[in-house]
């Protein structure tokens, strides 16, 4: 399995937020790739690995991470700041409440999150399907529907050119 490469992954141990558990998260080294070219809108369409050889993952599906206890899903930096900002705190809050009201939705997600077994477009997907539905639950300010738009975005990045979840961004080896 290529997410156990240590050329281009590293451990890094962290306290959940929601659950206060010590956990491990899988992060892609940002120091194993180059980025190349990115579009006007940020997706990032060319990169260049570091390595002679290139793994059969897509970059894009590496900016969240989710707990494996609470399955709490954030980007790795909101796992390690102590300190978070505003939307952050009520998009926390927002999945405690969720959470232990057994939400039906908030559930489905989860057990979707559950039925693939490593990360990739699918995972990748719910894990921003589930940030959308708790962004959704919060009352709408300028702040809240950037970050609605954002997710969005990501979304269609995931999809861009009809990918699949083998399929790679193009890539230049050394």
Request: hydrophobic residues 35%; aromatic residues 10%; charged residues 20%.
């Amino acid at each position: 399995m290529i997410q156990n490469d240590t050329n281009y992954f590293e451990s890094v141990s962290v306290v959940c937020p929601m659950c206060n558990k010590k956990i491990t998260l899988l992060d892609l080294k940002q120091s194993s790739y180059v980025i190349l070219h990115k579009e006007i809108d940020g997706y990032i369409s060319k990169i260049r690995w570091n390595q002679n050889a290139h793994p059969n993952i897509s970059i894009l599906d590496f900016g969240f991470h989710t707990c494996p206890h609470c399955y709490y899903t954030d980007r790795i930096q909101n796992y390690i700041k102590q300190e978070v900002i505003d939307v952050i705190q009520s998009i926390r809050k927002t999945y405690k409440k969720a959470i232990g009201e057994k939400n039906k939705v908030l559930d489905q997600l989860i057990l979707a999150y559950n039925s693939y077994p490593e990360q990739g477009l699918n995972k990748s997907y719910i894990q921003h399907l589930q940030i959308l539905f708790l962004l959704d639950q919060l009352e709408k300010s300028p702040e809240i529907c950037h970050y609605l738009g954002h997710h969005c975005l990501h979304i269609s990045w995931l999809f861009r050119g009809n990918r699949s979840p083998v399929d790679e961004i193009i890539v230049e080896n050394k």
